[in-house]
């Protein structure tokens, strides 16, 4: 296949660390137990109404051409090896002769099946251990091409700015702070109104940025992690951007994503309503007690709690929101831990379904005091540019010859291209939930 570099943009993808982290975490889990599972990716725009012009497509074409001539330096694997212990040297040293292949990604051509009519249809074909490194970076690239195509290069940059400043300062809540200064200080009363704002507001929450696969622009999010380190924001983790994480000295954040489920789903000798028990089973043989926060919405939080017995709610260190009322999974979740015995204190719910500071902090000071709480906040962060962001997604749609879904917890996230099979998982969930206990 023919590759062209004259690209009208600079490169989206200048890394191959330029990854959510836990690509990386599942790539390792699919190396050593599941490198012979045969995949089918496929792009989804959510977004009704949007269009991809043609010349959008020759760009996307173009910055996905120049990804497929990276490779990783070994500078990155000695990153990756001091920074995630968990991965093995045999993996490193597989890395080190890993390259995306160009003929595994379809954009527009042949007989690929589009979701919609937004002019753009991407599918990648081949080994799930391959493939799957393929969905962030396309989905960063399509996102950038579209804004820099629509707006103008850089054409938001300085709303982006205005607008993080403007919440982290109010997250901060430094005007508050500054107002009752202006109003009391001198008085007898300052420091008892300082003392009283401070008991009427909870410690800052613990977030990380999950921006990566929806960012406004490689700039921009590159703006933000040195602004909020620069910053020193209270409660800032990290980010799940390796590159970035490396670049500032952060954090690189992440564990698993619903394809580690929908790929079992392809292992036919088994019941589809059992994969969360085959993920579980596979992740703590591959890290044991290490990198262990489960998401549990792939088929539904329920069914997952029916695996999530008593010895995986002690191996894991907590588990991951994407999908429902956020609050009613927590207290689900807690119960659940409780059940078991296990003090839900010393477990972690992370949040990450479409956060902003306003709803983490709700959701904070609900758990306050009863479990430990992060949250990953994605598109708030790194696409808030005053104009509506792109809800793309990039997902497994057949395993091994046949069909894969997301269920979710909610209408309108799930995915799959076979109602058939979609009829049919959500019986065998209904089974087994009306008919097992936890």
């Not at 391959?130 to 950038?144: D, H, M, R, W």
């Amino acid at each position: 296949m023919a590759m062209n570099y004259e690209m009208t943009l600079p490169p989206v993808i200048t890394s191959l660390i330029e990854t959510d982290q836990y690509k990386i975490n599942m790539w390792q889990v699919f190396l050593h137990q599941f490198n012979k599972d045969r995949v089918v990716w496929a792009f989804k725009c959510r977004n009704p109404g949007v269009k991809f012009t043609p010349e959008m497509v020759a760009e996307i074409r173009k910055q996905i051409d120049f990804y497929c001539m990276l490779r990783f330096t070994e500078d990155e694997l000695q990153y990756l090896r001091k920074n995630l212990p968990w991965l093995t040297d045999d993996f490193i040293d597989y890395l080190r002769g890993w390259q995306p292949r160009r003929s595994e990604i379809l954009i527009n051509e042949g007989n690929i099946q589009a979701y919609n009519d937004c002019g753009l249809a991407i599918e990648c074909h081949g080994f799930q251990v391959n493939v799957s490194q393929y969905e962030i970076p396309i989905l960063a690239i399509v996102n950038e091409v579209y804004f820099a195509f629509t707006y103008g290069p850089g054409a938001k940059d300085i709303e982006f700015q205005k607008r993080t400043m403007e919440k982290f300062n109010k997250f901060q809540k430094q005007e508050d702070v500054d107002a009752i200064t202006e109003k009391y200080q001198g008085s007898p009363d300052y420091l008892a109104k300082l003392d009283e704002y401070a008991a009427s507001h909870y410690d800052p929450i613990v977030f990380s940025e999950f921006g990566l696969r929806r960012r406004y622009s490689k700039n921009m999010q590159d703006w933000l992690i040195k602004y909020i380190v620069d910053q020193k924001v209270p409660g800032f983790v990290g980010t799940s951007n390796v590159y970035l994480a490396k670049k500032y000295g952060v954090k690189p954040v992440g564990t698993m994503a619903h394809e580690m489920f929908q790929l079992m789903q392809g292992h036919h000798e088994y019941n589809p309503a059992y994969v969360n028990r085959l993920v579980m089973k596979a992740w703590t043989k591959e890290y044991e007690t290490d990198n262990g926060i489960a998401l549990t919405d792939c088929i539904t939080t329920d069914c997952f709690l029916l695996d999530f017995n008593k010895t995986y709610t002690r191996l894991f260190n907590g588990v991951r929101h994407d999908s429902g009322d956020p609050i009613a999974w927590g207290e689900k979740l807690i119960a659940h831990f409780q059940k078991y015995g296990v003090d839900p204190k010393t477990k972690t719910l992370l949040f990450s379904d479409s956060l902003d500071f306003e709803k983490a902090i709700t959701i904070n000071k609900h758990f306050q005091g009863r479990t430990n709480v992060a949250f990953g906040i994605g598109t708030w962060l790194a696409n808030d540019c005053g104009v509506p962001a792109l809800n793309i997604v990039h997902k497994i749609v057949e395993c091994n010859g046949a069909p894969v879904a997301k269920i979710s917890d909610v209408e309108g996230k799930g995915m799959c291209r076979d109602n058939e099979y979609v009829e049919y998982l959500k019986r065998c969930i209904d089974w087994r939930i009306r008919h097992e206990r936890t």
